[in-house]
């Protein structure tokens, strides 16, 4: 089946930094979708990405679509202790008419004050 | 907003016990789905279900599970003998054929 590779696993920053997370895969996404998560909770959805090379913002979440339709990364500006959760990066499967998702592993962000 | 919402928040049931699990669509949404993600994993797909069938499910969706949205408007997964692997958040997620699909709040199960 499809992988998604997460990257970094976890990190540690300071409130007020910037942080940036990659996704990766060995196929072809057409759809790249974030998602954070808060412990106990359901994935929300941060931002989609629909075309190659798209880059789209939310608050101060920034997204970006790669070119080669296999990578997404997402930044996160000036971190507030809120932002701590695990992001989720996300694709359906090219197969099957049902789009199930196909998640990646999980960063877990922790920002210390 | 419109959100979709999942009954019970928590079930602890004795192994070999059924349980069914609820959801409640977003109102203007077809596909449904149900994800797994046992604790500290990533969330695996199960089960998705349109115009009142199965569309697609996953190699973990095996006969002891099943899905019926049986009134119209609750979507359901009953789990039919439970095992202690079974424990996991279990997440319902509704999308009106879209890409972006969205998540209810989950059920968290324990399989004593």
């Known amino acids: 089946g499809q992988q998604l590779n997460q990257s970094p696993q976890s990190m540690f920053i300071q409130e007020g930094e910037d942080v940036s997370m990659n996704c990766t895969s060995s196929s072809i996404f057409n759809t790249w979708l974030w998602y954070k998560q808060d412990p106990g909770e359901g994935p929300v959805l941060l931002i989609a990405?629909?075309?190659?090379?798209e880059l789209t913002s939310n608050g101060r979440l920034t997204a970006q679509f790669g070119i080669t339709r296999k990578d997404s990364f997402l930044n996160i500006s000036a971190s507030i202790p809120s932002d701590v959760g695990i992001y989720f990066c996300a694709g359906p499967a090219p197969s099957g008419s049902a789009r199930q998702l196909t998640f990646g592993s999980g960063t877990q962000l922790t920002v210390l004050p | 907003e419109p959100e979709v919402t999942q009954t019970p928040s928590h079930q602890v049931t004795q192994m070999g016990q059924e349980v069914i699990l609820r959801c409640v669509p977003i109102s203007n949404h077809l596909y449904f789905y149900w994800y797994r993600q046992i604790l500290g994993q990533k969330v695996e797909f199960l089960v998705s279900f349109y115009n009142n069938e199965i569309s697609e499910k996953s190699e973990i969706f095996d006969d002891q599970f099943s899905v019926e949205r049986p009134d119209g408007s609750n979507f359901t997964l009953k789990i039919r003998s439970t095992k202690l692997e079974d424990s996991a958040m279990y997440f319902c997620?509704?999308?009106?054929?879209?890409?972006?699909?969205?998540f209810g709040p989950g059920t968290r199960l324990l399989v004593l």
């Open positions: 997620a509704t999308t009106t054929g879209a890409e972006t699909q969205y």
């Open positions: 990405l629909y075309k190659a090379g």
